[in-house]
């Protein structure tokens, strides 16, 4: 079973940045598509940030271009969402997502995901 585990969420002040990671378990890098989604209240979850099947290309949402960037370290399971320039409608539980080869990296209907992360935008 694949266990996504997130951290480096916080409280930032707008123009500021965090960094988030996702460490995962099992043979995830090996079978799987990696991605960063996002939850605000009251609104569903969108996507962020991913990779292609391979890691060789990524993946932004038109709002967050310019100012994230996905990377991974594969040798840790890990993947990164560096955050820059953070306005307060950033503000959101961050989730990273693994899902299968051959589906929509952008919809929030697939994968697996991991217990979230708070990141939270003051302006």
């Known amino acids: 079973q694949v266990q996504l585990v997130e951290s480096g969420g916080g409280l930032v002040q707008a123009g500021g940045s965090l960094r988030l990671s996702c460490a995962a378990s099992?043979?995830?890098?090996?079978?799987?598509?990696m991605g960063w989604f996002r939850q605000a209240p009251g609104k569903e979850r969108e996507f962020v940030a991913g990779f292609s099947w391979g890691g060789g290309n990524t993946y932004y949402a038109d709002s967050v271009k310019g100012r994230f960037t996905i990377s991974r370290d594969n040798a840790k399971n890990t993947i990164y969402l560096q955050m820059n320039s953070l306005k307060a409608e950033d503000t959101a539980v961050y989730f990273c997502?693994?899902?299968?080869?051959?589906?929509?990296?952008?919809?929030?209907?697939?994968?697996?995901w991991g217990q979230g992360t708070q990141v939270t935008v003051s302006s």
């Open positions: 997502n693994a899902r299968p080869r051959g589906v929509d990296i952008t919809s929030a209907r697939f994968g697996s």
């Open positions: 099992g043979r995830i890098f090996s079978s799987s598509v």
